[in-house]
Nanobody, 128 residues
Framework: QVQLVESGGGLVQAGGSLRLSCAAS????????VGWFRQAPGKEREFVAA????????????YYHDSVKGRFTISRDNAKNTVYLQMNSLKPEDTAVYYC?????????????????WGQGTQVTVSS
């Protein structure tokens, strides 16, 4: 079992930056792939970025949605059991609740159903 807690959300003006953190507790975190997803009001939860764990055997180790490439960076610090999402050049359309999720799969998933554990989410609001 893995417990995930997101933090770092808030209100920022367009063009600004935020860094989200996903802190994990429980079993060996370094083995898990971690993804960031977001959900805006009235919309489905969508993939943002993901990073593989030490158990990855197939595919690339990092993926980004096209809409955030060049603006967002995902990274992890296994010593701190934490995954980060650095978000730069934020746009109003980035406004959503951001969730981190963990997976024991040997590949990096980009779909909601590929993740086993979820945090409660953190609100990101980008004003124009």
């Amino acid at each position: 079992q893995v417990q995930l807690v997101e933090s770092g959300g808030g209100l920022v003006q367009a063009g600004g930056s935020l860094r989200l953190s996903c802190a994990a507790s429980g079993r060996t975190f370094s083995n898990y792939g971690v993804g960031w997803f977001r959900q805006a009001p009235g919309k489905e939860r969508e993939f943002v970025a993901a990073i593989g764990g030490s158990g990855i055997r197939r595919g690339s180790s990092i993926y980004y949605h096209d809409s955030v490439k060049g603006r967002f960076t995902i990274s992890r610090d296994n010593a701190k059991n934490t995954v980060y999402l650095q978000m730069n050049s934020l746009k109003p359309e980035d406004t959503a609740v951001y969730y981190c999720a963990a997976s024991e799969a040997d590949y990096v998933g980009v779909l909601v159903y590929q993740y086993d554990y979820w945090g409660q989410g953190t609100q990101v609001t980008v004003s124009s």
